[in-house]
């Protein structure tokens, strides 16, 4: 049985070591918000996130990545309407 546990353990602590390092690699450049109350009791929030998505699309440019945000950001705006 307590060898049992110490593999339990083991696993447990390799588990987390490098769980982090994995899930770290993600890199936000740049994040800003401008917030703005309104007479009426509104408020309206604008943020900026530049974040570098060729991690993910390595084989893409910085250009090809942006067009493909734009067309799909134009087309979850048309489909709000």
Request: charge should be negative.
């Amino acid at each position: 049985m307590l060898n049992r546990a110490s593999y339990i353990f083991f696993f447990i602590i390799l588990f987390f070591c490098f769980v982090p390092f994995v899930f770290a690699q993600e890199k936000i450049n740049h994040f800003d918000t401008d917030i703005t109350l309104n007479n009426d009791g509104t408020i309206d929030v604008i943020e900026t996130i530049k974040y570098d998505l060729r991690m993910y699309f390595p084989e893409f440019s910085k250009k090809q990545i942006d067009n493909v945000i734009i067309k799909l950001y134009s087309i979850y705006n048309e489909s709000l309407k």
